[in-house]
């Protein structure tokens, strides 16, 4: 590998499927898409936008199961492999000290990020509005639920897998009670996971596939180059919104400074299953595993807010993509 990768550990047995023949993309889909159908559970209508990480010598996650009731629910999920996913039937269940803040409406699109010695989970909760629930776990059996991390309006509340200036840190998209007229990307530091500030601007939309909002994907991962970061982006066409995915390289100890950011998509709906469901032509990925030792990634993301999807990439790639596309 021409770039090191920081804070990450050896995956070797993560999903991987190798470019298919003839194929130039950046990244490509799994052959075996989608890998979560929407109607795993007895009481989900869709299954997207969920975080997995390496858990216990398989992986466990928090997922979005969107009810019956077309409640906005998460449920906790494991797999030995990755790809074959056994989720809980029943949502999962926060401890937390203020009822003020633990009694929420509902939940969605999670992250989780494991940091020094536990995991966080990061999720948009319904609290007056959306805004960043935080938890944290160390067994994916007991979830402490912390406070909010901003006031509504805000949504893809996602961590930095270490202390930034010793501080936690993460980003944001601060937002309205509608469909988001504005998407800028912020960041935010913490001393004690609690109180939030030292905000920044990080990222405005730009042209074409990320010019009406944009927003953090998956957890970045930290290279030698900067931080990588998968982000979201939405194209507002004639016939609605659409979704895609870009990547941008972030200073290590200024992440709210940009050093690349893709004009391209690295991905975005173009097969049946993220242009038709619930919502049409989304692509919204939430996690990324990665192989320290290859540099290999397995991005999971939602595919038009109806089921769980599955793409692979490089490390490398994705840095030269970023830094040969540059729009920042």
Request: glycine share 8%; hydrophobic share 40%.
């Amino acid at each position: 590998m021409r770039y090191q990768i920081v804070n990450a550990q050896p995956l070797p047995d993560m999903p991987w499927e190798d470019r298919p023949a003839g194929c130039r993309d950046v990244a490509w889909r799994y052959s075996g898409n989608p890998i979560i159908p929407r109607d795993l559970i007895p009481s989900s209508n869709s299954i997207f936008n969920s975080a997995v990480v390496p858990f216990d010598g398989g992986y466990a996650g928090v997922f979005r199961c969107d009810d019956r009731w077309r409640r906005m629910v998460l449920h906790r999920g494991t797999s030995a492999d990755g790809i074959n996913w056994h989720i809980d039937h029943e949502p999962l269940q926060f401890l937390c000290d203020d009822p003020e803040i633990g009694t929420f409406l509902e939940g969605y699109d999670p992250r989780v990020c494991w940091l020094e010695d536990r995991f966080y989970v990061t999720w948009c909760n319904i609290y007056h509005g959306p805004t960043i629930g935080v938890a944290w776990t160390r067994d994916f059996d007991t979830f402490h639920q912390l406070e909010n991390a901003f006031l509504p309006y805000n949504r893809n509340g996602v961590l930095f897998p270490r202390r930034i200036n010793g501080n936690y840190a993460m980003m944001s998209r601060p937002s309205d009670t509608g469909h988001t007229p504005f998407g800028d990307m912020f960041y935010s530091e913490s001393p004690d996971m609690r109180y939030w500030g030292n905000h920044r601007f990080m990222m405005a939309p730009a042209g074409g596939w990320q010019s009406k909002k944009i927003g953090a994907g998956p957890v970045p991962v930290e290279t030698s180059e900067g931080w990588l970061l998968i982000y979201h982006g939405v194209l507002n066409s004639c016939n609605g919104f659409v979704y895609s995915a870009g990547v941008a390289l972030l200073d290590l100890e200024r992440p709210w400074r940009l050093i690349a950011r893709s004009g391209p998509y690295i991905i975005s709906p173009q097969t049946l299953y993220e242009c038709v469901g619930d919502v049409p032509n989304v692509v919204f990925p939430c996690a990324a595993l990665c192989d320290a030792a290859t540099g290999r990634l397995a991005v999971y993301y939602g595919a038009a807010d109806t089921v769980t999807a599955l793409a692979f990439s490089y490390v490398d790639e994705l840095i030269d993509f970023a830094r040969d596309n540059d729009c920042a």
